[in-house]
Nanobody, 114 residues
Framework: QAQLVESGGGSAQPGGSLTLSCTAS????????MRWYRQAPGKERELVAH????????NYADSVKGRFTVSRDNRKNTMYLQMSILKPEDTARYYC???????WGQGTQVTVSS
């Protein structure tokens, strides 16, 4: 059974950093584009970043450009989101997603506050 599991969320102070991981099981990610989304309470789900199958093409939402970096290690079947210079408005639940098969993880909560 295909599954995506996010981890690495938690609390951080403004200006701090967190790194999220998304590990797949039941399938191999190496052939697929993958994405990070986030959803804050009362807001629509927002595309944060996406990365192509080999990791050499990446795109970011304007709100996170220069602060977040998406990467992947296909040998570990894992995608990452390095988040730095965190802001309170980054507070949300973060989800990984494989668009070709509409696979979603359960999400991991990130809370940025002083």
């Amino acid at each position: 059974q295909a599954q995506l599991v996010e981890s690495g969320g938690g609390s951080a102070q403004p200006g701090g950093s967190l790194t999220l991981s998304c590990t797949a099981s039941g399938f191999t990610i190496s052939a697929y584009e993958m994405r990070w989304y986030r959803q804050a309470p009362g807001k629509e789900r927002e595309l944060v970043a996406h990365i192509n199958s080999v990791g050499n093409r990446k795109n970011y939402a304007d709100s996170v450009k220069g602060r977040f970096t998406v990467s992947r290690d296909n040998r570990k079947n894992t995608m990452y989101l390095q988040m730095s210079i965190l802001k309170p408005e980054d507070t949300a639940r973060y989800y990984c997603y494989v668009p070709l098969y509409d696979y979603w993880g359960q999400g991991t909560q990130v809370t940025v506050s002083s």
